[in-house]
């Protein structure tokens, strides 16, 4: 029978963190309950939806969590309303205490809560991944890379491998990853400061995102493991574990396009603002669009909304070459690029008005890529 007591605030925000894998709206009821997995070494809280899990651990050796064990043992409870029970307790260290038909009582200060649980065998198994030779990434370099790519995969379920990023390692050093939606494309390569095992995958965009909030920027470096369906990422005190997607991911190199008729180099805010001004319009529009045009070395931008009104601005421009071109295209792909690029300039280069045009980082023009197609307007 579980009996500890806990620094409450240090408590809380590893539940927090746990939760960010439960989902209350699951179709396995358990599934919207945190496990609790008490031993003398410390206590692990379990949480999953069948994609994504995530095992936090609170170290016996942790200074902050004032954590006093009595004895070991595990239950299940429902995770937002033990939540919102433990962050109303009064003072700063409570007493968990597990009583008799699986019900636990919290002491804080004056206040005692009991609460049901349920028993700890009904949770279903995490599968177990080797944990061999790890790929080691430093955690600021994958959140960038999430940061980079995930916002291009696409939300629709009808073509489940457009919902993930693509992650390949090759010669061992050389990491390419790249997200889709069929409109829009964004493409990193990274050169690995240590050799990993060659590998393959496709990992869902909602998972890398829940990684990048769950590992936070004081966690410095990130295991990864693989099996065929599922990865790993670990670092000291969480295990982090999704499903990989299954199939095969489209052959994106073929869409990058090598020769171009216009590019033009921009400050990345002016054009982005400019891109927000004409957003608010161009949703009153019919087809949502933002029609650039490229006249005589002046760029500017249009948006005529009958119901609502009409944008013309032009845009300064750092430097401009090659011809003349009009093309239209959705203007919140274009922000949700420029969000992704650090770089104070960005270079855009043009085809056509009915081919996609590329973007590029004017400090890295090899290693990171963006493509966003145009769209066609009568």
């Not at 937002?80 to 699986?102: G, Y």
């Not at 270079?347 to 890529?369: C, G, H, K, M, Y």
Request: hydrophobic share 40%; charged share 20%; glycine share 4%.
């Amino acid at each position: 029978m579980i009996n500890f007591s806990i620094n409450k605030n240090l408590f809380l925000q590893a539940l927090n963190t746990t939760k960010r894998a439960i989902s209350h709206k699951n179709a396995i009821p358990i599934l919207s309950t945190v496990k609790i997995d008490v031993t003398s070494e410390g206590i692990t809280l379990i949480g999953s939806n069948g994609q994504i899990s995530i095992e936090n651990f609170i170290s016996i050796k942790n200074e902050n969590a004032g954590l006093l064990i009595t004895s070991s043992g595990s239950i299940l409870l429902e995770a937002t309303f033990f939540i919102n029970v433990v962050s109303s307790l009064p003072d700063i260290i409570f007493d968990f205490k597990e009583i008799e038909q699986k019900q636990i009582v919290l002491t804080s200060g004056k206040s005692e809560i009991t609460l049901k649980g349920k028993d700890a065998d009904q949770y279903p198994r995490i599968q177990e991944i080797s944990v061999s030779t790890p790929l080691v990434l430093e955690t600021s370099v994958l959140k960038k890379i999430i940061n980079e790519t995930a916002f291009a995969a696409s939300i629709q379920e009808s073509r489940p491998i457009l919902t993930g990023v693509h992650f390949v390692l090759t010669e061992n050093k050389n990491l390419k990853t790249v997200a889709t939606d069929s409109h829009r494309m964004s493409q990193k390569k990274i050169i690995l400061e240590e050799n990993g095992d060659n590998f393959d995958v496709v990992i869902p965009s909602r998972s890398l995102r829940e990684f990048s909030a769950v590992f936070t920027d004081d966690i410095e470096t990130v295991e990864i493991y693989f099996t065929n369906n599922q990865l790993l990422f670990r670092s000291e005190n969480i295990s982090f574990y999704t499903r990989l997607l299954e199939g095969n991911y489209p052959d994106t190199d073929r869409l990058i396009p090598t020769e171009f008729t216009s590019v033009i180099t921009f400050d990345k805010n002016n054009l982005r603002y400019a891109m927000e001004r004409a957003r608010l319009l161009s949703n009153a529009t019919q087809n949502g669009t933002v029609k650039l045009e490229i006249i005589n070395g002046v760029v500017s931008a249009h948006v005529n909304s009958p119901e609502v009104g009409r944008v013309n601005e032009e845009i300064d421009t750092e430097s401009i070459s090659g011809q003349d071109l009009t093309i239209s295209f959705n203007p919140t792909y274009l922000i949700d690029s420029l969000k992704a690029i650090d770089s104070e300039k960005v270079t855009i280069s043009f085809i056509s008005a009915v081919r996609p045009f590329t973007l590029l980082p004017s400090d890295d023009t090899e290693n990171f890529i963006q493509l966003i197609t145009p769209v066609r307007t009568n």
